[in-house]
């Protein structure tokens, strides 16, 4: 029953993608991070702010990985199913951008066309300090094995699915007049992507930087609806 049950297993494991597999297809697609300045134009202009401090430590491991999350085996003899799921950790090699560099000069971007703040160098009326704290990601692969025996022949199907990934990018903001603090408070940009099927996982880690990119911008618009509002 051992060498059944473990023969069982052998076979629907060798029908799924292994995660070095899975980690080596991810690691061959890389893209840049894009930003679409498309929200509502400010009709006034009648502050100025300077972004005085900007903070973004290491968000981002060097390589990107993919890490087995769960796995699940019912052996049945007749009926069989093994399904597992790996979880994509975007590292900076995929990314073509410094993200420090493209959320900084993409929230200067938004506050110039939807804020009321005209954004300065040196002395303003307003001072702006952000800092990221987290971007994360759920990037999930799922595979399913199912190997039915009925009696004296056996059939089996495999399913994969990619996504829907979610990214959330975390900021910190505060901003001071004078020695008075206005705003201090933590907002949060969200993304979600669709799902994908097994021939599209290079389209999957695409869609996963340009969550990254969309995340970012929610952020920005909803730093910028805070400002508005003192």
């Given amino acids: 029953m051992r060498t059944f049950l473990g023969l069982l297993l052998i076979i629907a494991t060798t029908g799924c993608t292994t995660t070095a597999n899975l980690e080596r297809a ?3 697609r890389t893209g840049g991070l894009a930003y679409v300045l498309d929200s509502h134009k400010a009709e006034t202009k009648d502050k100025t ?5 900007f903070v973004a430590d290491d968000l981002f491991e060097r390589a990107t990985t993919v890490k087995r ?5 019912l052996p049945l003899v007749v009926f069989n ?3 597992s799921q790996d979880n994509i950790q975007l590292g900076h090699a995929q990314l073509k951008t410094d993200y420090r560099q493209f959320f900084r000069e993409s929230l200067v971007e938004e506050i110039q066309r939807s ?3 005209t954004v300065k160098d040196g002395q303003a009326d307003y001072a702006l300090d952000v800092k990221i704290r987290k971007v994360d990601i759920a990037a999930p692969i799922n595979q399913r094995f199912v190997l039915v025996i009925p009696v004296y022949i056996f059939f089996w199907q495999t399913a994969f699915t990619a996504g829907p990934a979610d990214v959330s990018v975390v900021a910190e903001v505060k ?3 004078a020695q008075t603090a206005l705003l201090t408070r933590e907002i949060k ?4 992507t669709s799902a994908f099927g097994k021939g599209a996982l290079p389209d999957y880690v695409t869609a996963v930087i340009q969550a990254v990119s969309l995340a970012t911008k929610d952020l920005n618009e909803n730093i910028v609806a805070e400002l508005n509002h003192i």
Wanted: no cysteine; aromatic share 20%.
């Fill in 115 to 117: 804020g009321r703040y």
């Fill in 49 to 53: 702010l300077a972004l005085t401090s």
């Fill in 189 to 192: 940009g969200t993304y979600r």
């Fill in 81 to 83: 199913l093994f399904r």
């Fill in 175 to 177: 901003l001071m007049k």
């Fill in 26 to 28: 991810v690691q061959a």
């Fill in 69 to 73: 999350t769960s796995t699940f085996f």
